[in-house]
């Protein structure tokens, strides 16, 4: 089993920087695809972006695109999603999550743990 813990949220204005990390608890943390999503209110959640296993792909939704990347040191068991040029509708709850899959999957039936979630506000 794997337990998921996100920080690093917080209030910023907008076209700035913030950076969310992951903590994973269990040894098998490396084998993992590791993914974010992100909940708005009053809307559903959705995927962010997602890193493989090893670290050498990701996915991401066009939304992101050019602004967010994410990066794991499997040393420290932790999945980081540094988020530029934020925009005010970036503003969600923000979670971490785990699939035991080859690919960075963006379908979150496929993953099997997920973190209690960050809040990210960006204002105008």
């Known amino acids: 089993q794997v337990q998921l813990v996100e920080s690093g949220g917080g209030l910023v204005q907008a076209g700035g920087s913030l950076r969310l990390s992951c903590a994973a608890s269990?040894?098998?943390?490396?084998?993992?695809?590791m993914g974010w999503f992100r909940q708005a209110p009053g809307k559903e959640r959705e995927f962010v972006i997602a890193?493989?296993?090893?670290?050498?792909?990701?996915h991401h939704s066009e939304s992101v695109k050019g602004r967010f990347t994410i990066s794991r040191d499997n040393a420290k068991n932790t999945v980081y999603l540094q988020m530029n040029s934020l925009k005010p509708e970036d503003t969600a709850v923000y979670f971490c999550?785990?699939?035991?899959?080859?690919?960075?999957?963006?379908?979150?039936?496929?993953?099997?743990?997920w973190g209690q979630g960050t809040q990210v506000t960006v204002s105008s």
């Open positions: 999550a785990a699939a035991i899959s080859y690919y960075p999957s963006s379908h979150q039936y496929e993953y099997n743990y």
């Open positions: 890193i493989s296993w090893s670290g050498g792909n990701t």
């Open positions: 269990g040894r098998t943390f490396s084998s993992y695809t």
